[in-house]
């Protein structure tokens, strides 16, 4: 009972919750999900505690939870101690302590430990099992969502190039019909005969043109239904599929229980039968004995036939409640494996509701994305053209204002110019009046000295 006994659980607790499940023979034992056990911290003794328990979302109740990681030691030996006085006391639960019988604590003699070794190995085997095929399970219902957002993307495409086509063919038939209406005038104002059947020719070609683009439209209106009913077609299959395979997974479990409860029977009658032959050696054993004790001594016959009947008595009783308990385990088991199915049934079929209810909101949500990116794509090109017309008239404003500096500036260097001629014109009319006094007066002297 220091190594492993089977009422040993793991333990977590988070957010006033509290929750076991089976510990396992060594520490890398896989627990499933729904094997834990919740409920709310107060009603952890209540008398009533099977209707209390949680009935789903275990994951989140693991997620939010911490492990209780609080442990008694003994030498070199330690187990796990569950939950202290203290966390008692914090919520509120009554607790007492008390003794409990040492094979309720899990201490066998020698074969039963075998057993439960036994036992303990075969059920690791059954849940490493188990574990795969939720694991597949898992994986393929990722690969059918993933297939499914392919498909949903992939129809989006279609009905965006769908909606691009007709769109163009639109604005042909209003390019056409816009033609015609304008060869019908001018047919209406031809002057001749030679015009009038131009303009004739002309609607002829434009009618057969329409004609054309009428026939293609129905054509690929044909197209796109058959192509819708063959995508149905395909949808029907797979969904087909996926059910048969379901039913498929759903009878090879049935089949594995059943065989588990065929050996679960054929263990328990192999077990009876060894208590039985047990039982027989040990009243042989005490025959034996009391032959030889009536041999030795005459005197202790009595005595030692009255211990053998007593052991005897207690012997078969601790047989029978042995077996009685056997019992008592091997129905629990059959009822919790009912039980167990019985989630799982119903968790399949919550979770296929689940993923049709997220599709369609996938679905909604990107229709209502894309109607946004169409909306903001508008505001944006809006938006362009105005900053566009706003350029253009900033620009034609300072080209205005870099004319009007260029022709200041040009009227500036005129004016500089003509000053700088004018200024060069006094100053040549300045120095010509300066020669001439100084002509003048050099005249004047020349005369002077003359005379």
Request: no cysteine.
């Amino acid at each position: 009972d220091l190594t492993w006994g089977p009422s040993w659980v793991n333990w977590r607790a988070g957010n006033g919750w509290i929750g076991w499940s089976p510990a396992g023979y060594d520490n890398d034992a896989y627990v499933p999900e729904d094997s834990w056990r919740w409920l709310h911290a107060p009603d952890l003794f209540a008398v009533d505690i099977n209707r209390r328990f949680v009935t789903n979302n275990y994951k989140v109740y693991l997620s939010t939870s911490q492990p209780i990681l609080r442990y008694n030691k003994f030498k070199k030996f330690q187990w796990v101690a569950g939950p202290s006085e203290d966390w008692f006391r914090r919520y509120n639960v009554y607790f007492r302590k008390d003794r409990s019988d040492p094979s309720e604590l899990g201490r066998f003699e020698a074969q039963r430990k075998a057993e439960a070794d036994r036992r303990a190995r075969e059920r690791k085997k059954e849940f490493d099992e188990r574990r795969k095929r939720e694991e597949q399970v898992r994986k393929q219902l990722e690969e059918q969502q993933r297939r499914q957002k392919q498909e949903e993307q992939r129809l989006a495409d279609e009905q965006k190039r769908q909606a691009k086509e007709r769109e163009r063919q639109e604005k042909e038939r209003q390019r056409l019909e816009e033609q015609r209406k304008k060869f019908e005038e001018q047919q209406a104002r031809a002057r001749n005969d030679a015009e009038r059947k131009r303009l004739e020719d002309e609607r002829r070609k434009i009618e057969e043109q329409r004609k054309k683009l009428d026939d293609e439209r129905r054509r690929a209106a044909e197209a796109e239904a058959k192509r819708m009913q063959d995508e149905q077609r395909r949808r029907d299959e797979e969904q087909r599929k996926a059910k048969e395979a379901q039913e498929r997974q759903r009878a090879e479990q049935q089949k594995r229980f059943e065989e588990q409860q065929r050996k679960q029977k054929e263990e328990e009658a192999k077990r009876a039968a060894e208590l039985e032959k047990r039982r027989q050696e040990d009243a042989k054993r005490l025959e034996e004995q009391k032959r030889k004790a009536e041999q030795e001594q005459r005197k202790r016959d009595e005595e030692a036939k009255r211990k053998a009947e007593e052991d005897a008595r207690k012997k078969a009783a601790e047989d029978q409640r042995r077996q009685q308990e056997e019992k008592k385990r091997a129905d629990q088991e059959a009822k919790r494996l009912e039980q167990e199915k019985r989630k799982q049934e119903e968790e399949q079929r919550r979770q296929q509701e689940q993923d049709a209810k997220k599709a369609e909101q996938e679905k909604r949500k990107q229709e209502e994305e894309q109607r946004k990116q169409d909306e903001a794509r508008k505001r944006q090109e809006e938006q362009d053209r105005k900053k566009a017309e706003q350029d253009a008239k900033r620009q034609q404003d300072e080209q205005r204002k870099q004319d009007e500096a260029r022709k200041k500036q040009d009227e500036e260097n005129r004016k500089k110019a003509e000053a700088d001629e004018k200024k060069k014109q006094d100053e040549q009319k300045k120095q010509e009046g300066d020669k001439k006094q100084q002509d003048d007066k050099k005249k004047g002297n020349d005369k002077g000295g003359k005379k």
